[in-house]
């Protein structure tokens, strides 16, 4: 099965999670993908003792390491596929079915708020940053991680059709904007305290494929884009075995006080 990162709202839907699952497993494995859950980290602040709650948990990897950090940790997620994967590996963390628009906790409820890679796929992110903000304690404190996906950096020699496909990949994410409005979008909710941390991520080519390879088929069968993706594909297959490839992408971290 080929995926579409495009369709994290929507792995319930599919024959076969299996896909989404070890898409998460791969990013999380890229380097700077650590240094993006230590910003997540600091942006929370002291951890021991605090409730937190981490919105679209996926596979639990991230909630988790909260928990060893000596957060009471509450991890949520729309997916029952994904939510099934959590509890299979365990750890000390409440795993809750729930949909960040509409969240089952009442205000004020947690210390600190976690959200990464969450609201770039949101239908209504407006909805989603108000119940956000409206779960978390005065005082309390809000990190964000999202992409900025017009920010993707390709090495590829046929610009014209790199700049269409790229182009297409990043009006597949419902907001793939997301990264560059978050001090504005929670300012205009009155938090204070605003920190914007980027991270820039090189993504290696078995990683760029799985983002990139379903989006691309899907563009060019339906005509949505004019591109041979087989043609597309072997410059940068021959770059990945001559050890020259390069994709980076660049996303931020929003930490922020209630």
Known sequence: MTGSVGQFTKVDDTADA?????????ANAVPEYGSIR?????????????SVLDVGCGTGDDARELASLGAEVVATDISDAMLAEAR?????????SADVHALP?????????????VRQHSPAVDAADDELV???RPGGRLAVFDY???????DHPDRGATRAVVRHWVDNHREGWSGRQLRRRF???????????????????GFFRSSMEGTL???AASGAVDVDPVEWWRPLEEAEADGHFFAGLTGYVLGATR
């Open 105 to 117: 906790f009442p205000a004020a409820s947690f210390d600190g708020v976690r959200v990464k890679l």
């Open 217 to 219: 088929a899907a563009a």
């Open 148 to 154: 900025d996906f017009e920010t993707l950096a390709l």
């Open 88 to 96: 299979r590996r365990g750890g000390a963390v409440s795993f809750r």
């Open 134 to 136: 409206r779960v978390l």
């Open 38 to 50: 230590s910003s997540l980290v600091r942006a929370l602040g002291p951890l021991t003792g605090r």
């Open 187 to 205: 300012a205009q909710r009155g938090l204070t305290d605003i920190s914007i941390t980027p991270h820039t991520v090189q993504m290696p080519f």
């Open 18 to 26: 299996s896909w989404f699952i070890r898409f998460m497993d791969v």
